[in-house]
């Protein structure tokens, strides 16, 4: 299961250590692509696998399948013996991720589980949103049935 939120900071090589408790996850290698809200999703890639089988599902001929294929479009990742992951040079501009940098890891525990790389001002923003928006989202779940029982 990924849960938790983890601060780090890149190394000059854009590196960032996993957090111990999802490493066992990642082992068998990982996806990176772009996430939406400008992070970065990290997928165990068995699970990238499931996730990609599911959109193709989808009508390739509707304009969000094709962007969504586009958005996901992954590199493949292995852990290094620090346990550390690269994060490639195309996705650290979506992220607005440079050398050095305070990154935020969370663990999400969705559907397709997964790790969101946030830049960690970035991150702070969506976490002050959430706070003040929290009744708008509470309510637009309530609407679809969700219910904390």
């Known amino acids: 299961m990924f849960s938790g939120e983890f601060e780090h900071t890149l190394d000059d090589k854009c590196r960032f250590i996993v957090p111990i408790r999802f490493r066992e996850r990642l082992d068998a290698g990982a996806v990176i692509t772009r996430g939406l809200d400008g992070c970065l999703w990290i997928f165990p890639f068995g699970d990238y696998e499931t ?3 599911q959109l193709q599902e989808l009508n390739q001929f509707t304009k969000s399948t094709r962007q969504m ?3 996901l479009t992954g590199h493949d990742l292995r852990l290094d013996k620090q346990g550390r ?3 490639p ?3 650290r501009k979506h992220a607005e991720i ?3 940098s305070e990154i935020v890891v ?3 525990n969705a559907k397709t589980p997964h790790l969101e790389v946030w830049n ?3 991150w702070n923003g969506v976490q002050n949103a959430l706070e003040s928006e929290s009744d708008e989202w ?3 779940l309530a609407r679809h049935g969700f219910s904390l029982r």
Request: charged share 30%.
């Open 69 to 71: 294929f586009r958005l």
């Open 98 to 100: 440079e050398p050095d």
């Open 85 to 87: 992951l690269l994060i």
């Open 120 to 122: 960690k001002q970035r």
């Open 89 to 91: 040079p195309s996705l």
């Open 138 to 140: 509470s309510e637009e």
């Open 106 to 108: 969370v663990g999400i």
């Open 51 to 53: 996730l990609m089988a």
